[in-house]
């Protein structure tokens, strides 16, 4: 069962909903009715994990004229014809 707060309530008990998400209660954040968000345990732990620098090598490619100029997206900006 999950717990429902406005917006304006969620602010006022911050530390006591990420205190019942640590618990796993998920909490519900609603504004004028409307469900705007969710907190909900995602980590135990508390830890994160170690970052590996270069991990991604190999794994990214950058297209050629990734960062060529775009003259219709510059006209826009520059209000030129």
């Known amino acids: 069962m999950s717990e429902q707060f406005t917006l304006r309530e969620a602010k006022a008990r911050l530390s006591e909903i990420l205190d019942m998400a640590a618990a796993g209660v998920p909490v519900e954040i609603t504004r004028q009715g409307a469900k705007k968000g969710r907190f909900k345990l995602i980590l135990s732990?508390?830890?994160f994990g170690q970052r590996t620098p270069g991990s991604l090598?190999?794994?990214?490619?950058?297209?050629d004229g990734f960062d060529d100029e775009d003259q219709d997206i510059l006209s826009d900006f520059e209000g030129t014809s």
């Open 57 to 63: 090598k190999g794994k990214i490619s950058i297209p």
């Open 45 to 47: 732990d508390g830890e």
